[in-house]
């Protein structure tokens, strides 16, 4: 491999106009893409395939009319607060109310059912509603204390009458959504305000569906060039690998955007590309620029050094980049659509930062020439980070590191074994207006109505019973008694049938529970209604499943851990391979997986700290963590820390293929690497921490928890742990089966077989001079 991308940094290097032309065009067409075919983003947890899926397909098959979506359904909740002393039956404040729903009515994007006066949809106070709730009850045959109760647990009137909530269906999807629709909406509470009301206007159509970034995108990258300027020492060889980043995010970012106008993904599907790519293409350009310095010093032309950089220090981008496809395209193997979405678009743009390193960076040096390294900065010396001479702090640390190896692993150990102890506290949850920050409208519309309506109005669940296979005149008691059965499976405030079909062979039964959606209480009662199903369906003959927000949810968060196991056998297998055919050894890549996993250890444990358990007072919001932050973080500090053990220690294998011993060799691979390894970790930690100041809260502690992760693993475990650990196994550390030996492909990462390509050639050319004549 080393050979072809040698050629290739050439190519690249003497082509240079062909190759930046090739980029630029990639860069206009994807960014027309982008603006040709852009659609909505939209936020979507449903998963094919579980319980409570299943149940809301029935719910949409049997009731196609009343079912809704969950997730992608258009609405604006209008939450009325009556001023203390008073309630909404207030004449003054009734009438403030209607004139309110008036306004809402004639506005475009509501829906028609919602804008006639009467009828099924039609729009009515809180107090209107409820009252003839009650009346319709009574009316077919409830006890009236029963019938005030019933209403009391799906009205839309709290018990004292003095909060109440309006539901307003909107026509479209998220990408109908405008400012304009927001203000009007909002504007139509103003009536209602005038008179003394506090009105909060939510729901899905108020939420903002755009993803978040920008500002964070420019602190991380400035900064990575204030690290780049002290790496270089030149502001132009400082912003090659920033431009390479830009472009390379930029194609990418707009691939994903144009994707959009053909598939649903959620507004953190680009921002996790975006914090990703960035990261990555900066850290790829980095290494081989570096290597391109060096090289300079030996090399016989510019291009020749060019060549010789994307040849080498190529080999270890194309694999390092490898390990982060493999570990983010393998959450496909989680079978949990959102998630496989980020994947792939992380995927994406690791993959463009990947080719743009290995030939787009050749081409701007060529383009450069020997400018690339001017524009020195005053006060700031320019050091060759791989200089062999020089004593640097890497050479240092190696000779402290190769002299006490049992003691620098066992420190190792020991703090990321310290850091690790939170984790075992660690909470799950999906993003729910639960865990919205306080002060935004929507968790303030949560907890107004938690607080007047109580915690299961937050959470209710839907049991659609299918009767199919009961007597039709049987069904009715069989479903009475299915609801009857609800008190018996956990806290339940009400369970009562609240639709059914027009076949009259299913019915809708609302359970809402006692207790809120992200509460341990709520999961136990779903499996427990779940796990009775077999027993009524003997007693009974009904067949029934649970729907609704909270039951998708469980399911998602069920599915997440149930999948972690199987992806990190599948990741960490097929990484394992792939750095068996890097490093030609069984033992290194062991140790590499096994010193990932004390890092990730440790980074659930910081994170569990600071955001669940708020030991430091940081969090804002402290809950429990985002419940596909697990998984994902896995594979994306996976491949990250496999970057660090090929760039690290790829040189160390160099050295060693080249004869020096196996201690000499730890320690000339940390003399030529360590800097600019510390530099692209540097770069990497800022720019995701950059997004910790974000709003949405799993950004920011993705944007936390992965900088944490780089701090770990490349600090303490690739610089610390890794290099002890070969220290102590010596030659033992690069043992592989003979038979193991000719079976693997031999990729040429060190570039061994490069440089006998290239001493070859210069043999060739210098016996093809003519003789001199005296």
Do not use: C
Not at 124 to 137: E, H, I
Not at 264 to 277: E, F
Not at 657 to 664: L, N, P, R, T, Y
């Amino acid at each position: 491999m080393a050979t072809y991308l040698y050629r290739l940094g050439r190519f690249a290097y003497r082509r240079k106009g062909i190759v930046l032309a090739f980029w630029l065009a990639m860069l206009v067409l994807a960014g027309g893409a982008a603006a040709a075919f852009s659609g909505p983003t939209k936020d979507s947890f449903s998963i094919p395939g579980t319980p409570a899926q299943e149940a809301q397909d029935l719910m949409a098959e049997r009731f196609p009319n009343a079912a809704a979506d969950p997730f992608n359904s258009l609405s604006a909740r209008y939450l009325f607060v009556a001023p203390e002393g008073s309630t909404l039956d207030d004449p003054a404040l009734g009438a403030a109310i209607d004139e309110t729903l008036a306004a809402i009515r004639g506005i475009d994007q509501v829906s028609e059912s919602a804008t006639s006066t009467d009828g099924p949809g039609a729009l009515a106070s809180p107090s209107a509603a409820f009252d003839g709730m009650v009346d319709q009850l009574i009316e077919q045959g409830t006890p009236e204390d029963q019938a005030r109760a019933n209403a009391s647990a799906v009205g839309p009137l709290s018990s004292d009458r003095t909060v109440g909530y309006v539901d307003v269906p909107i026509d479209g999807d998220f990408g109908d959504i405008t400012e304009q629709l927001r203000e009007d909406l909002n504007d139509a509470a103003d009536p209602a305000r005038d008179a003394g009301l506090d009105v909060l206007v939510a729901g899905s159509v108020m939420q903002d569906v755009e993803p978040p970034g920008g500002a964070a995108e420019l602190v991380g990258l400035a900064i990575a060039a204030v690290v780049l300027v002290i790496t270089f020492g030149s502001l132009i060889a400082a912003g090659m690998p920033l431009i390479a980043a830009i472009i390379g995010v930029g194609i990418g970012v707009s691939l994903i955007t144009a994707a959009t106008g053909f598939m649903d993904l959620s507004p953190t599907v680009s921002t996790l590309a975006v914090m990703i790519g960035l990261a990555v293409a900066i850290d790829y350009s980095l290494f081989i620029l570096s290597r391109y310095r060096a090289e300079l010093a030996t090399a016989s032309s510019r291009e020749e050094a060019a060549g010789r950089a994307v040849g080498t220090a190529g080999s270890a981008v194309v694999f390092a980049g490898l390990t982060v496809i493999i570990a983010l395209l393998a959450l496909r193997v989680v079978n949990i659509p959102f998630l496989t979405d980020m994947g792939r678009a992380a995927a994406l743009t690791v993959l463009i930062a990947v080719l743009i390193a290995i030939s787009m960076l050749p081409a701007v040096l060529g383009l450069m020439r020997s400018a690339i390294f001017k524009g020195r900065i005053p006060g700031v010396r320019q050091v060759d980070p791989e200089h062999p001479d020089r004593l640097t702090n890497g050479r240092r640390w190696a000779n402290v590191v190769t002299r006490i190896p049992a003691v620098t692993l066992i420190g190792a150990i020991v703090v990321l074994g310290v850091l690790a102890i939170p984790a075992a506290k660690l909470e799950l949850a999906l993003p729910t207006p639960a865990t919205e920050p306080p002060g935004t409208v929507t968790r303030d519309a949560f907890d107004v109505t938690e607080d007047a309506f109580g915690p299961g109005r937050n959470a209710q669940l839907i049991v659609v019973a299918d009767g199919q296979s009961v007597a039709e005149d049987e069904r009715a008691d069989a479903f009475a008694e299915l609801a009857d059965r609800m008190y018996t499976y956990g806290d339940v405030s009400n369970a009562q049938i609240v639709g059914m079909n027009e076949a009259g062979d299913t019915a809708q039964i609302l359970v809402p529970p006692a207790t809120g959606p992200i509460d341990e209480a709520t999961t136990d009662l779903v499996n427990t209604i779940r796990g009775a199903e077999e027993q009524v369906q003997t007693e009974t003959g009904l067949n029934y499943g649970v729907a609704g927000q909270t039951a998708i949810e469980i399911d998602v968060s069920d599915r997440l851990q149930d999948a972690l196991i199987p992806y990190l056998v599948v990741v960490v297998g097929l990484a394992f391979i792939l750095l068996m055919l890097v490093f030609r050894s069984i033992l290194v890549p062991l140790t590499a997986t096994l010193g990932f996993l004390l890092s990730v250890a440790a980074t659930f444990g910081a994170t569990v700290a600071i955001f669940q358990l708020d030991w430091l007072g940081l969090a804002t919001n402290p809950q429990p963590i985002v419940s596909f932050l697990p998984i994902f973080l896995i594979g994306v500090v996976f491949g990250l820390a496999m970057d660090y053990q090929v760039f690290l220690v790829s040189r160390m294998r160099e050295a060693y293929v080249h004869g020096e011993s196996a201690k000499d060799a730890i320690i000339s691979g940390f003399s030529h690497g360590a800097r600019v390894v510390t530099a692209a970790a540097v770069i990497m930690m800022s720019v995701f921490a950059a997004f910790i100041a974000e709003d949405m809260a799993f950004i920011k502690v993705m944007g936390f928890a992965l900088a944490a992760a780089i701090v770990f693993d490349a600090f303490l475990v690739r610089m610390v742990l890794i290099p002890s650990v070969m220290a102590l196994l010596g030659d033992k550390a690069w043992w592989l089966p003979k038979w193991l030996d000719r079976i693997l492909p031999n990729v040429d990462v060190e570039g061994e077989k490069l440089a006998q390509h290239i001493e070859a050639r210069e043999l060739a050319a210098t016996e093809r001079e003519p003789a001199v004549t005296r």
